[in-house]
């Protein structure tokens, strides 16, 4: 009776873990829901370049039929407070492409274009001239993608994509 439990007991928890892998394997998803697991209620937390701690919400959901992504991201704690902005996220069949629009209260407005590496999701912006010259491409990789948690990094590259920066990196909890 005993051996009955434990081989029930082994069965649920790795099939468990089965479907929790699934939910982040990108090769049995269609391409318009690439950025599903993003859709929820979010608690952030970050470190700053001084590093200050600091601490965000974000609330994703579909809109417009389920077609669209919409974003409500705020900035609650630290040198950020305060900050908020908003993004539009979709997926465009005849492209074949995602892209997203980005503004803020500060004024800010990105243009970025998604795509996908591995297992990595990635909005990305067009290279264009930079602060010093040069050209600059950012981009946001969202990464280590769990059913209740996952990684975001704001990253820049001033040599055509071939190297980048963390410039920020938030740490996603699920409410």
């Known amino acids: 009776m005993k051996m009955r439990y434990i081989i029930l007991l082994i069965t649920v928890v790795f099939g468990m873990n089965m479907s929790l892998s699934a939910q982040s394997d990108i090769s049995e998803l269609e391409a318009n829901q690439y950025f599903d697991f993003w859709v929820g209620e979010w608690e ?14 974000n609330t994703i959901e579909k809109v417009l039929d389920d077609v669209v992504i919409q974003e409500n991201f705020e900035a609650t704690e630290g040198s950020l407070d305060g900050y908020k902005g908003r993004s539009l996220s979709v997926y465009n069949p005849q492209r074949q492409s995602w892209h997203q629009a980005w503004v803020d209260n500060q004024g800010g407005y990105i243009d970025l274009k998604g795509s996908v590496d591995g297992e990595k999701r990635i909005f990305q ?12 491409i950012n981009r946001m990789v969202f990464h280590n993608i769990k059913k209740d948690s996952f990684t975001w990094d704001w990253e820049s590259s001033q040599d055509g994509g071939e190297t980048w920066s963390v410039n920020w990196k938030i740490q996603y909890i699920r409410k």
């Open 125 to 136: 912006t067009a290279e264009r001239a930079g602060p010093q010259g040069g050209t600059i």
């Open 44 to 57: 952030l937390s970050w470190t700053d370049n001084q590093g200050n701690p600091g601490a965000g919400t």
